[in-house]
């Protein structure tokens, strides 16, 4: 198939090189036509793959309407503050295309989920969303991967199960579409708080602790936005949370780690030179659970930390001496 990757990060290239290899005609999309002429020179993407090698037979273009009219598939890999605009972009040319959504995260304002975003500017859009443990260094290297197509249309997911799955890449579908997205978005604010608990020198049991507890976080908010239960068990729920937590691919946890070492979060983005979603995630999921009414004292301490400059170390203090309660 002609499949367009609309961002060439780490990941959205790892997809694109994925995508190559099973044999679709694949076009690369970059934001601006220098990094686009990099990649097609040198084969390279050196700021967030170095040292994989890019395909010769991918098309590589900063041209967002010939991407998206060419393609019969349209893969989302955009910033979470970015995908809106995108899609408002894309939207006079999509028709009928299938669009894959990679971007995991919540519209900070709006507290909207990524599909959400795009099936308010492109309405009818067929959105499949694609999340789970994938880490985007491995996949490019074709490490053995499993992740989970989601849509409410069954077939939908299965045709972007066919087109995604191969021996390296393993894709199950669901329907719990508002499930998968918030185990998506939420782990990255997990992760950073497990890099904060490395940032401070704590063991094992504080991170299985912070683990365990905070996915019990994300499935009360999940449930309460309409999520199912089983979805938080499954790879975009445990499975994805896991992986970044653990994982120095995981620039959420090497955010969380500066910050725990007592660097202020201007300086941790300033070194981390990328995207961090959990930052933006964190703020929403706060004021998501507001909203919803639902009790997440680890998002509460992680945006104190953010954005009211509390010490990491106080944080997990006031996590530690809460009033006692059963275990749910």
């Known amino acids: 198939m002609r499949i367009s990757v609309i961002g060439s990060g780490g990941w959205g290239t790892a997809l694109a090189l994925l995508l190559d290899k099973k044999g679709h005609n694949v076009t690369l999309w970059s934001w601006c036509k220098e990094e686009s002429d990099v990649l097609l020179s040198e084969k390279e993407n050196k700021a967030y793959l170095p040292g994989i090698r890019l395909s010769e037979s991918i098309t590589y273009t900063s041209d967002l309407k010939w991407a998206v009219t060419w393609a019969e598939v349209v893969v989302t890999v955009l910033p979470s503050h970015r995908l809106r605009a995108y899609a408002g972009e894309m939207a006079p040319y999509i028709e009928d295309r299938i669009i ?57 997911a299965e045709k972007v199960q066919d087109i ?52 019990s976080e994300i499935t009360r908010l999940g449930i309460a936005l309409g999520g199912k239960r089983e979805t938080f068990m499954g790879l ?10 653990t994982s120095m691919h995981s620039r959420n946890r090497r955010a969380g780690i500066l910050l725990g070492q007592g660097k202020s979060l201007d300086e ?46 106080e944080a997990v203090l006031e996590l530690m001496i809460r009033d006692k309660k059963e275990e749910i």
């Open 100 to 156: 894959v959504n990679c971007t995991k995260g919540l519209e900070q304002g709006s507290l909207k989920t990524m599909s959400e975003c795009i099936e308010e500017e492109i309405p009818g859009a067929k959105v499949v969303v694609l999340s789970g443990p994938s880490h985007a260094e491995e996949v490019a290297r074709f490490i053995p991967t499993t992740v989970v197509a989601a849509s409410e249309n069954q077939a939908l």
């Open 164 to 215: 995604f799955m191969c021996e390296s890449f393993r894709v199950y579908t669901n329907t719990d579409v508002c499930g998968v997205e918030i185990g998506g978005a939420l782990k990255n604010v997990i992760a950073l708080c497990a890099g904060m608990v490395d940032g401070l020198s704590y063991g094992d049991n504080t991170k299985a602790a912070l683990m365990t507890r905070g996915l």
């Open 236 to 245: 975009a729920g445990i499975g994805d949370l896991i992986v970044t937590c």
């Open 268 to 313: 941790t983005l300033s070194e981390i030179k990328m995207v961090t979603e959990g930052i933006t995630s964190c703020s929403a999921a706060y004021e998501l659970a507001k909203k919803m009414n639902v009790d997440m004292p680890i998002v509460n301490e992680a945006y104190a930390v953010l954005y009211e400059n509390k010490n990491p170390r």
